[in-house]
């Protein structure tokens, strides 16, 4: 959104500094005027970088389909513009693991806190978390800590836009096992970003709960779409339990029934099998 060039810089400078593969960063600013540059560091004149500017904010899903539609890789990678890649054998590690599975359609990575924190436990997306440093199977990713192929990305469908903020992840994960792919946490795939909390987003909770209800119209059969959303209504009354909080999550909440969720998409119960046996079914 071009508030942070320092820390752009750095993410830019880690991505063109991987070794033994060939790097294309597309660079969206998203809610930008047409005339804006990223900042005066260097890194922004290398040849390898395009600019991509959004007049308007059209939110995280669309800004990273825009990127997707002006790239040419075969190995999709996002990365917010407050995180970096320590390791300049990233790039090789995600080419070497895609190559060795045709079936492996998304990796996502660890994320490690630069202070050297035990790092947030939404950033590992298994139910139970364990061990971060152990690698699975999972059932989702983080949106701004992964690679995928651009073959699993298309047969999902792309992010979906209408979401803007909150569980597009979900979405094109959920299509992306259904169209047969598989996706790993990979321990060994680490990026660093700062320990900060998803709430500090004032529309956190109404995008939260409004998303949820989308996801569950979108992608579940009605069976498991009812248990899903009444799941998570019990799971955030017991979580949050703050009134300030719960009001717009049921604002949302309501608002997803009320409002078109985009087209309706629902996965097969073998997919949803395949969900529950790497350990999350599709009901939490």
């Known amino acids: 959104m071009g508030n942070r060039p320092a820390e752009l810089a750095r993410a830019v400078r880690s991505a063109l500094a991987q070794e033994d593969v060939d790097i294309e960063v597309i660079l969206v600013g998203n809610g930008v005027p047409g005339d804006w540059w990223p900042g005066d560091d260097e890194v922004f004149e290398d040849k390898r970088v395009k600019l991509v500017h959004l007049p308007r904010n059209l939110g995280i899903p669309a800004g990273r389909n825009r990127g997707v539609a ?6 999709l990678v996002f990365l917010d513009d407050d995180g970096w890649y320590e390791s300049t054998r990233l790039g090789a590690h995600l080419r070497d693991r895609f190559a060795a599975d045709p079936s492996l359609g998304i990796i996502s990575f660890r994320v490690r806190d630069p202070e050297g924190g035990p790092g947030e436990r939404r950033h590992v997306p298994r139910l139970r978390v364990g061990d971060p440093g152990r690698s699975s199977e999972v059932t989702t990713f983080l949106g701004g800590a992964c690679a995928m192929r651009r073959a699993a990305f298309d ?25 047969g792919y598989r996706i790993m946490y990979d321990a060994e795939a680490v990026m660093m970003h700062p320990a900060v909390l998803p709430t500090r987003h004032e529309m956190f909770y109404r995008f939260n709960a409004r998303n949820r209800v989308w996801l569950a119209r979108r992608n579940l059969p ?3 779409g009812l248990v899903y959303c009444a799941v998570w209504v019990a799971l955030t009354v ?19 029934w009320r409002r078109p969720a985009g087209p309706r998409r629902p996965i097969s119960w073998r997919a949803a099998w395949r969900m529950t046996l790497a350990g999350r079914p599709p009901i939490i």
């Open 70 to 75: 002006e790239s040419a890789g075969e190995i």
């Open 155 to 179: 047969a999902a469908g792309g992010l979906p836009e209408d979401f803007f903020y909150a569980h597009e992840e979900i979405d094109l994960g959920w299509q992306a096992i259904n169209a």
């Open 238 to 256: 017991l979580r949050v339990r703050r009134p300030a909080a719960l009001k717009p999550w049921f604002k949302g909440f309501a608002e997803g």
């Open 222 to 224: 009605w069976p498991l």
